[in-house]
Nanobody
Framework: VQLQASGGGLMQAGGSLRLSCAVS????????MGWFRQGPGQEREFVAA????????RYADFVKGRFTVSRDNAKNTVYLQMNTVLPEDTAVYYC???????????????WGQGTQVTVSS
């Protein structure tokens, strides 16, 4: 299984950005998907998750109402729409896959390489 995250970049606070994560290997619809991030000097933290069918999502408190996770099983891709971004959202964002059909915040098996998001004030 391979995960390829993309869409990161440099942006100003208050702006929007959409990250994508393309998955290859086993049928994409069998994976629960998650997004994580690791800021400078910080530990990696959970951001959002979505189950197999996309009807259950979970968010970290610090992104509720600003970020939206979604998936397109026909395109083997999961997305993270980031709105009203803040400087503290600056981090490397990683996508990850789990065999679970729930929306866990840990225990992911497969990881992508990460994409850098930098938000200036």
């Amino acid at each position: 299984v391979q995960l390829q995250a993309s869409g990161g970049g440099l942006m100003q606070a208050g702006g929007s950005l959409r990250l994508s994560c393309a998955v290859s290997g086993r049928p994409f619809s069998l994976y629960g998907m998650g997004w994580f991030r690791q800021g400078p000097g910080q530990e990696r933290e959970f951001v959002a998750a979505i189950n197999w069918s996309g009807d259950i999502t979970r968010y970290a408190d610090f992104v509720k109402g600003r970020f939206t996770v979604s998936r397109d099983n026909a395109k083997n891709t999961v997305y993270l729409q980031m709105n009203t971004v803040l400087p503290e959202d600056t981090a490397v964002y990683y996508c990850a896959a789990t065999d679970s059909n729930s929306v866990p915040s840990k225990g992911y098996i497969y990881w992508g390489q990460g994409t850098q998001v930098t938000v200036s004030s």
